[in-house]
DNA sequence: TTGACATATGAGCAATCCTTCATATGTTCA
DNA sequence: TGAACATATGAAGGATTGCTCATATGTCAA
């Protein structure tokens, strides 16, 4: 923990400072909600996981729909996995994906409310 | 547009990905939507969004609370200003931040949820 | 078994991100 | 007015990202 710089006053509000500290969610809690808000954060994801918010689709109709190279939606599709964005299905050499729980859709639908009033 | 490598057979589903592409948002909303995500991307970011869910802050409690400097909090700010998620109001030389809408407390809520399940 | 194919993955590169340092702006108070 | 201070911002550098290209894995069908 490097030692921060700080207002000379240290904080303006210590009781407000001190609440806030006590509700916060833990380190590693924070960073793994980082790294999930991460994988929404690029146009060629969000068209994956709004395309998935419809119905399971394989690895080539997804690349179709984001516009993406099937290499490019493959790399994008281990991240949504390892993030719990995503699960998925083998059928034959095909993949089928789909999305982990309706907290995506859900984390999709007040995010496109936000951008759009 | 580049050319985009695909499968052999195209698509495998051509109406699920008609279907999807029919309702799939707007090329610059999803920009814009990614941008969003991309500033809960940050545990830094998170740390204050999160504390200014409680409540209006300075950014000097601000930075108390994420653990940054001062003027890292100030160029977080800036973004989160520039991306509607805090409004502020200045007060004498101080700067109040607080979220712009319910909207963020509600993504950063969901978020939580999917990371605990 | 062999070739074609859907998907997965490693390396590498340009672009972007997050922070620090230095400095600027505007406010308060002596 | 001038010093102290809260906040803002530009430049810069190391870390991370998103893509492409090459290649690997596993399945199907001839």
New binding site residues.
Partial sequence: M?R??L???EVVDRDAVERVQATQAHEDELGYLADTF?ML??P??LRMVEALAGGEL???DLAAVAG?????V??????LRQMRIVR?RKE????YYRLDDEHISDLLRTGLEHVRE
Avoid at 74 to 79: A, M, T
């Fill in positions: 490097t921060i710089e207002c000379d006053i991460q954060a690029s060629t994801r394989c690895v080539c993406a190279s099937p290499s490019a493959s790399h994008h599709l281990r991240q998925f034959g050499r095909m993949a």
